[in-house]
């Protein structure tokens, strides 16, 4: 079958997205080789129109339909490609559920991947916004990827260091937005692997454990998550809503002279992140619904679709809580996941 046969029209983005938001692509790919990629650009029926690539679709708010092409990644294998004295390497293709590679580094036995268990997404998209969890970003083990640019059909190797990698942030968020996509991604998993059991809830887990292994983190991390959060499959969400704001120190020491119970973490440079999540909560959002969407009962950084919810009743409740937030702490939240 050619390209432009596989090429679908008017499809419903709903069941490709977590949130679940009902909205359609003009044009529609499911994107299985590379070589498709390399022939969109002999296709004059979709010269100027705008891309927009899916993955998983766990960070990805849509408030509209796309008028253009969306290029859903389904791009899949995995395996070892070297190794080192200090490390082995594992490369995944993009469409590969992330939760899916890191059970499967787990049982080949190597470690460094299990702070970061089931969060929602594909391998692909895990660079994009630094993927992190329990005090582990993807950041710590990466070390490569392929990236295919539209504009010239080739493809590019990127080194840590090319993709900016911040707090859920990286060059394919600004520069590099909407030009190519992420083909796959290499990992170097430390041969000499650390427990990272800072975080309260996970060191709760192995108080009396004094190494354990990576397997056991991963499932102390899946157990902790399934209680906190909401599983997609069952209640439409996009995972963390806000980033953890960061302030200065003299904002914070003014904000715990008012607020005592506020929970912040030092950072590089003297400042301190805010848990986003308290601040929503303490302002009175916990639980609290707003037309279709809801604000996660059991943690309040997760905005929930309650049933048939739309782009803009989303919006609306973020940008109120954002409002409130600001008006009851002086503090700015900003949106985590992509907003079209
Ligand atoms: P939590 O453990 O109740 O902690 C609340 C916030 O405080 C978190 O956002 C976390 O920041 C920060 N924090 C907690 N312990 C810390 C420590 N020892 N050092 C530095 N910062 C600390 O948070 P939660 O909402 O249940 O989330 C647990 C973890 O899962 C967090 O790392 C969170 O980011 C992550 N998570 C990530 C996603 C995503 O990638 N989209 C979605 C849901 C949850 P950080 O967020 O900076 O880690």
Not at 55 to 63: A, E, R, V
Not at 178 to 202: H, M, N, R
Request: hydrophobic share 45%.
């Amino acid at each position: 079958m050619s390209l432009i046969q596989l090429i679908q029209s008017n499809v419903s983005l709903r069941f490709f997205t977590t949130f679940g938001i009902a909205a359609s692509a003009r044009f529609y790919l499911h994107v299985m080789e590379v070589a498709q990629l390399q022939q969109l650009n002999q296709l004059p029926e979709l010269a100027g129109l705008p891309r927009l690539i899916l993955g998983g679709g766990s960070n990805l708010i849509l408030t509209r339909d796309f008028p253009g092409l969306v290029l859903h990644i389904a791009l899949t294998g995995r395996g070892r490609v070297n190794e080192d004295d200090q490390f082995t390497y594992v490369r995944a293709a993009a469409g590969e559920v992330w939760h899916g590679f890191v059970q499967w580094t787990l049982t080949q036995g190597w470690g460094g991947l299990e702070n970061l268990s089931l969060i929602p997404g594909s391998v692909g998209a895990a660079p994009i916004q630094n993927i992190g969890a329990y005090g582990v970003e993807i950041k710590d083990c990466f070390h490569s990827l392929s990236w295919f640019e539209f504009a010239t059909g080739k493809i590019h190797t990127f080194t840590h260091a090319d993709c900016q990698f911040a707090y859920r942030d990286s060059v394919f968020k600004h520069a590099l937005r909407d030009q190519g996509v992420i083909l796959d991604v290499t990992f170097a998993l430390a041969k000499s692997w650390q427990p990272k059991l800072s975080y309260g809830d996970v060191a709760q887990n192995f108080h009396d454990i004094a190494t354990p292994t990576p397997q056991q983190i991963s499932t102390a991390i899946c157990a902790i998550r399934q209680e906190k959060l909401p599983d997609p499959k069952i209640i439409g969400n996009a995972g963390s809503f806000f980033k953890n704001p960061l302030v200065s120190a003299e904002i914070r020491t003014v904000l715990l002279t008012r607020f005592p119970q506020l929970v912040s973490y030092p950072q590089a440079a003297g400042q301190y992140k805010l848990a986003a999540g308290w601040l929503i909560e303490n302002a009175g959002w916990r639980g609290r619904v707003l037309g279709r969407v809801g604000v996660y009962q059991k943690q309040a950084l997760v905005l929930v679709n309650l049933g048939g919810a739309s782009g803009a009743e989303v919006i609306a409740l973020a940008q109120e809580i954002q409002a409130d937030v600001r008006r009851q702490f002086g503090v700015s939240l900003e949106v985590e996941p992509v907003l079209i």
